[in-house]
């Protein structure tokens, strides 16, 4: 089989595709800004890793070497003003270092697109597909609608505007026709992609076997779901960018996310052709249709075995500095606030409780203010409280917890929480565990470094909030820890 490069690795699809090309008996080579972003992925050791950035050339290169075929995974859905040079110039870096060692063969994942004008995030795409296929190299393009799979966004987003609202006042691209392709088919022709002759070259649209407007994907997951059909009315009022601040309010999907998202439902997106059906066969078993994505969707939440997400993916942010050592703090204004409690529990049963905690388990103190600070922070156009958890009861470096990121990991010991919310400062939250003769000593610590007057005085406006809060959060995580059998 051959030697496969991967860029992307960390993101929704990347993440799902490196194991389907390691059963195939391929070698992977993947590259990662931090090599330590996939050390809790259960294909690590697996994979070749490099370490560097998509602007570096010797990075490029080294990731490129002796690879017969490049996957090209990499797209901004950020909300920085700048993002189409900047993918423009990564697409250039990446084909100037697999045309000099002489790689086989490039396969890009596009979008969907209708003719004529494109929002600006489907027009980099498009850009993106024409800088890879005037390199020269073979290159197969594969252009995909919404993609439909456990923790993906776009799943996300019908899922949660399904599950929350009754009646929702829409805008009236929810009339447009999409055709989402489940994951597990999108990978399909991906990996298959990697055995084409080298003839074989072009763009070619991949989809599930049939289209729905958007609201009808809506009434589709609810009848799956088991719960009651959203009735939907939509308005011509809502223009996309007050759609974007609706799907940001009432979906665990940020601005920055759902702008993109929304702008891409502006038109029909559906296949052209099944041009596709003639160079890759179909699944075994045929295409999965949306209802059957929707319930394998769920049935891996339910099982509690989703494997990636799209907030690992799409950080809001590039990753910011670790939380410095205390030493290091010497000199800088920062403020803390520590609890510890000793506890009958075990190590175990008591990192057992802090490993599981935000999500639909929260907090262990005051869930309403909590949810508020999530709104204020989804208003301010942060990621908000809802983002939720890959899976319920287990974490991975770099996985995200509501507004939080996994920063460090250290099993039946420590988690470190990076704050991701809107905050005119740096915040982490850090939770660890002694043992003690007696069980266990639980130890709660929340860090600020502040910028500037603004981060002081919002530091000095929620201290009286952290003593009810820090407080009972100790006291129940503790007791929580007490009653289980661990």
Not at 17 to 29: A, F, I, S
Not at 102 to 112: E, F, N, Q
Not at 430 to 454: D, I, K, M, N, W
Request: glycine share 10%; aromatic share 6%; hydrophobic share 45%.
């Amino acid at each position: 089989m051959s030697v496969i490069a991967v860029t992307g690795a960390t993101g929704y699809i990347g993440g799902r595709l490196v194991p389907v090309l390691l059963e195939q008996g391929h070698q992977v080579r993947v590259l990662t800004r931090r090599k330590n972003a996939l050390r809790d992925v259960p294909w690590k050791g697996k994979v070749s890793i490099i370490e560097g950035d998509l602007t570096d050339p010797r990075a490029a290169a080294e990731l490129c070497r002796g690879a017969e075929v490049l996957y090209y995974l990499v797209h901004s859905m950020g909300g920085a003003a700048n993002f189409a040079p900047m993918e423009e110039r990564c697409a250039n870096t990446i084909i100037q270092a697999a045309k000099a060692e002489g790689v086989g063969r490039l396969i890009y994942l596009s979008g969907l697109h209708p003719d004529g004008e494109l929002s600006r995030h489907l027009s980099s795409r498009v850009k993106v597909g024409e800088i890879l296929a005037s390199s020269g190299i073979p290159t197969i393009n594969l252009q995909a609608g919404l993609i439909i799979g456990s923790g993906s966004a776009s799943f996300e987003m019908v899922r949660h505007l399904t599950d929350v609202l009754p009646v929702m006042p829409a805008p009236r691209w929810v009339l447009n026709r999409v055709q989402p392709i489940a994951v597990r088919d999108a990978l399909h022709y991906l990996s298959q992609s990697a055995l084409l002759p080298p003839e074989v070259v072009g763009a070619y649209d991949i989809g599930g076997p049939e289209a729905h407007s958007y609201g009808d994907m809506m009434r589709i997951y609810a009848d799956a779901a088991g719960i009651r059909r959203p009735v939907i009315l939509p308005l011509p009022v809502l223009t996309p960018w007050l759609a974007a601040q609706w799907v940001n309010l009432v979906t665990p999907i940020p601005r920055s996310l759902a702008i993109p998202l929304v702008e891409s439902l502006q038109h029909d997106c559906v296949m052209r052709n099944r041009v596709i059906d003639e160079i890759i066969e179909r699944p075994e078993g045929g295409l999965t249709g949306y209802r059957r994505s929707v319930e394998l969707a769920l049935a891996k939440m339910r099982d509690d075995t989703v494997e990636t997400s799209w907030t690992t993916a799409h950080a809001l942010e590039a990753p910011a500095e670790p939380l410095p050592s205390d030493p290091q703090w010497a000199g800088h204004t920062v403020f803390t606030d520590l609890r510890e409690r000793d506890s009958s529990a075990t190590p175990a049963a008591l990192f057992k409780v802090i490993q599981g905690i935000g999500g639909d388990t929260g907090y262990y103190s005051l869930p309403g203010a909590w949810a508020l600070r999530g709104v204020m922070d989804k208003l301010a156009g942060g990621v908000g409280l809802r983002r939720g958890r890959r899976s319920r009861e287990n974490l991975a470096l770099g996985d995200a917890v509501d507004w939080w990121r996994v920063e460090e990991l250290v099993p039946d010991r420590l988690l470190r929480l990076r704050a991701e919310m809107r905050v005119p400062g740096r915040a982490w939250l850090e939770l660890s565990v002694e043992p003690t003769p007696t069980g266990s000593r639980y130890r709660q610590r929340a860090v600020f470094f502040p910028e500037g007057l603004a981060g002081r005085l919002y530091w000095l406006s929620i201290l009286p909030f952290h003593g009810i809060i820090f407080s009972s959060m100790a006291k129940r995580i503790t007791r929580a820890a007490e009653a289980l059998k661990v």
